[in-house]
């Protein structure tokens, strides 16, 4: 294959919210800024899916609302176990964010008097998330890549198709790094000041998601292999309702929360509303993990519908029909597949990483030279993640990260040559050469995913942990005789087995400190540690010695906020499975 080589001040490693908006930062600061997707630009990444809701505490819809109580609430749901300093700039710093967007473009509901309309959403105390109709996700990605489009920007060059999967270090700091194209025969060595990675989540590490294919954790396990610190990777959100039938829709998160707060109820096969047996007076109102896990045990416990799912009842919402004609893309659109919509079969799909890269209050890894923002990154969202609290994090993190990448870069350092040889012939032995005991990437991939899902999903238990640690380590030992195809469809199997590779790996830090955490917390439910304990208000933090994963305890500093002073604590401590 042929090579480019590249240099820059700041590289961005992904282009969604965050890395556009780390870009727009750098550039803003004169860096010379390199800003790469791995798909198409502007396309690629979880960010055009978002649906609905961008929380800021701007106060339009509801005076009563300010950015102490978004960082309480926030602090509440992540069950204590949130970096409070990293909570305290997000919910700070995310009202600037949306007149940011409003600048580079971003046509925002308002109401007639030019107010920003503002949606509530389970966990939030007052109206806090200011949208665009169903859409929000993708008009943030757009009025980002609008920006970056500008004549002003042009000291950001944006390569596309661009799979990164290794990081080049120099004397300790990260210095760049290798990828190779997707479309065409070639390897890109970039040399850079200074890296970002905005790489999102690792839903496709579970079989069953709502995030985009190429979420694979990828910038975890390069911040991971360089020597960065990990934390929480025992914690991952589930979406309650996602649609179970017609199975091309299996997955696909029916929006929004806001339909449990709006009368939507659920009902098991045999006609029972069995969220009102667990929760008279919530009954659906209750934080995601709560809902998807009574869901789940639900079906376990035989009383699911036909497809594995509990039946979702729309036909008690006032004025859905209006409410519907307002969510084309989930309603209308759906009605296409044969979905009824007042009557449809949901289940829980994995919605978001929790855990991931830590970070301090800039931004930075403990890597010098390595920063992370946005979904990519561990700390902010604790054990759980309210609704609309994901787009202004990566917006707030990305400006600090974009800001202290150009700071702190230092351009001097070459790549080390037997690191980038090393990187080459890596993805080199991957094509197949169809010899005899080669292994095809994708029963690996495939086992892997369920594997996580089944058994450190939703609900877990020590043994099906122990099970899933000891199949996890059989998996391990068939990496080495992993192989892609060959061709150029054959660049995306090199890419597949590679990622194959990564939610291997990263699959084992997810199990390892779930059987760690004995209790429950948030999205980690345990049945034999059912409880939630005092003793575990701790973050499990994980980094790879260069020879193996070393797991460590962290107490969190209850910096702003204790357990008992929040004003929501009494109710979400009652609302424990
Ligand atoms: C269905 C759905 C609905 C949601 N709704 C909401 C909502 O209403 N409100 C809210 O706040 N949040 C919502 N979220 C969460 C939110 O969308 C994400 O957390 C957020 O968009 C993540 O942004 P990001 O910039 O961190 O990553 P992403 O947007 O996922 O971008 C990742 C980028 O990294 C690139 N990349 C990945 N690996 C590599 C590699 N190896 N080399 C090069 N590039 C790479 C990708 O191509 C992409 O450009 C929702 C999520 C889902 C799945």
Redesign the pocket.
């Known amino acids: 294959m042929d090579e480019v080589r590249l240099k820059c001040d700041v590289l961005v490693?992904?282009?969604?919210?965050?890395?556009?908006r780390a870009a727009i930062e750098a550039s803003e600061h004169s860096a010379d800024v390199i800003l790469?997707?791995?798909?198409v630009?502007g396309k690629?990444?979880?960010?055009?899916?978002?649906?609905?809701?961008?929380?800021a505490a701007l106060g339009h819809s509801d005076p009563n609302d300010s950015p102490q109580i978004h960082f309480e609430d926030s602090v509440v749901y992540s069950r204590f176990l949130a970096n409070q300093e990293l909570v305290r700039i997000f919910t700070w710093g995310a009202p600037k964010t949306v007149y940011d967007l409003e600048r580079y473009g971003l046509p925002w509901y308002k109401t007639e008097d030019g107010r920003f309309y503002q949606l509530n959403s389970p966990g939030l105390r007052y109206n806090r998330g200011v949208h665009y109709n169903e859409s929000?996700?993708k008009k943030v990605?757009t009025a980002l890549v609008r920006e970056l489009r500008r004549p002003s920007r042009r000291n950001v060059r944006i390569v596309e198709d661009?799979?990164?999967?290794r990081l080049l270090m120099r004397d300790g700091r990260v210095n760049g790094a290798v990828?190779f194209d997707l479309q065409q025969d070639r390897f890109f060595v970039i040399q850079a000041g200074s890296t970002i990675l905005?790489?999102?989540?690792m839903?496709m590490a579970y079989s069953v998601t709502?995030?985009?294919a190429?979420?694979?954790g990828?910038?975890l396990y390069?911040a991971y292999e360089a020597g960065a610190d990990l934390m929480d990777m025992e914690m991952h959100q589930f979406?309650p309702t996602a649609f179970v039938y017609p199975e091309s829709l299996r997955g696909?998160?029916v929006?929004?929360s806001q339909l449990w707060k709006m009368g939507m109820k659920l009902y098991n096969d045999r006609g029972e509303r069995f969220m009102a047996r667990h929760f008279p007076d919530e009954c659906e109102d209750v934080p995601r993990d709560i809902l998807s896990r009574r869901i789940f045990m639900e079906v376990a416990e035989g009383r699911g519908s036909p497809h594995g799912g509990v039946w979702a009842d729309t036909t008690d919402i006032p004025a859905f029909d209006d409410f519907k004609k307002d969510r084309p893309r989930t309603y209308v659109w759906k009605e296409k597949f044969g979905v009824k919509t007042d009557r449809f079969e949901v289940a829980p799909t994995y919605?978001?990483t929790l855990g991931g890269i830590r970070i301090d209050a800039g931004a930075r890894t403990k890597v010098p030279g390595l920063f992370a923002?946005?979904?990519?990154t561990g700390g902010i969202h604790g054990a759980n993640r309210l609704?609309?609290?994901?787009?202004?994090?990566?917006m707030v993190f990305?400006e600090i990260a974009g800001n202290n990448a150009t700071a702190e870069c230092r351009t001097e350092l070459p790549p080390d040559e037997q690191q980038v040889a090393m990187a080459k012939s890596k993805v080199l032995e991957l094509v197949s050469g169809g010899e005899a005991g080669e292994i095809p990437y994708a029963s690996i991939f495939k086992r892997t995913r369920r594997l996580l899902y089944d058994k450190a999903g939703i609900i877990r238990t020590g043994e099906s942990l122990k099970e899933a640690a000891r199949e996890i380590e059989e998996i391990k030992g068939l990496l080495p005789r992993l192989r892609s195809g060959a061709g150029l469809s054959g660049k995306f199997a090199m890419a597949r087995a590679l990622e194959t590779e990564m939610i291997v790996r990263l699959g084992e830090l997810v199990i390892n400190s779930s059987l760690m955490r004995t209790e429950s917390r948030g999205a980690h439910f345990r049945t034999d540690f059912p409880e939630t304990s005092p003793a575990w208000l701790k973050n499990i933090v994980v980094h790879w010695t260069g020879e193996e994963a070393r797991y460590t305890t962290t107490p969190v500093e209850l910096k702003y906020l204790k357990p008992g002073e929040a004003l929501r604590d009494v109710k979400s401590a009652n609302l424990s499975v």
């Open positions: 490693i992904g282009s969604g919210a965050a890395g556009c790469t997707a791995k798909g630009f690629s990444g979880t960010t055009n899916l978002a649906c609905v809701v961008y929380d929000t996700g990605q661009l799979f990164i999967y990828g905005a790489t999102g989540g839903g709502d995030m985009e190429g979420a694979c990828d910038g390069l979406f696909v998160i929006t929004s919605h978001y923002a946005g979904e990519v609704a609309g609290n994901a787009l202004p994090e990566c990305g």
